[in-house]
T-cell receptor, first 117, second 115 residues
């Protein structure tokens, strides 16, 4: 079946602009994660959605970042007033059911590479 | 907090050589441990995992054993192929962190295998 998809694959924008990144998780997966990977860094957690529960936003680096998940499926990550330090690969992952299942596996999309000039 | 440390790359090997990529972790509980791989031009994909001490994860000839006494999860393969050239990431998740099973990641190790 279809995997996790992300659009756009690449985005170049100017400092101060607004960007929107999209993630389509695997159908039926209730858990969705956003991560960011800056150059030379490991992936860092940004935000987690689980079903209709309130998201865990503890990883968002500033109030310029926000995300939503509509209908428990597609998610958009938005960055307002972009800065050069926001340049990174943004990765989305979904899993069947977040929670206490030790066998849980996260499936990743191809990522969106964001460059802020 | 929880953290993952893996050996720096790049690692360059000849085909059929033995591979070890070291990974150690710091965690307060009993994390689940993962190796993810990113082949050129592709997304991250799970390579193998282990969820409790002494478990061995294996896939595609790769193995890693969950060693609680040394807090390690080293990745090994007895004979690498050119097609194994990729970036390898070690990661952990804390099963005691509630429903959010976010992954904590190492920095990644780039492997290049020459024919």
């Amino acid at each position: 079946g279809a995997g996790v998809s992300q659009t756009p694959s690449n985005k170049v924008t100017e400092k101060g602009k607004y960007v929107e990144l999209r993630c389509d998780p695997i159908s039926g997966h209730t858990a969705l994660y956003w991560y960011r990977q800056s150059l030379g860094q490991g992936l860092e957690f940004l935000i987690y959605f689980q079903g209709n529960s309130a998201p865990d936003k503890s990883g968002l680096p500033s109030d310029r970042f926000s995300a939503e998940r509509t209908g428990g499926s597609v998610s958009t990550l938005t960055i307002q007033r972009t800065e050069q330090r926001d340049s990174a690969m943004y990765r989305c992952a979904s899993s069947l059911n977040g929670g206490n299942q030790r066998q849980e596996t996260q499936y990743f999309g191809p990522g969106t590479r964001l460059l802020v000039l | 907090g929880d953290s993952v440390t893996q050996m720096e790359g790049p690692v360059t090997l000849s085909e059929e050589a033995f591979l070890t990529i070291n990974c150690t972790y710091t965690a307060t509980g009993y994390p689940s441990l993962f190796w993810y791989v990113q082949y050129p031009g592709e997304g991250l994909q799970l390579l193998l995992k282990a969820t409790k001490a002494d478990d061995k994860g294996s896939n595609k000839g790769f193995e890693a054993t969950y060693r609680k006494e040394t807090t390690s999860f080293h990745l090994e393969k007895g004979s690498v192929q050119v097609s194994d050239s990729a970036v390898y990431f070690c990661a952990l998740s804390d099963p005691n962190a509630g429903n959010n099973r976010k992954l904590i990641w190492g920095l990644g190790t780039s492997l290049a295998v020459n024919p």
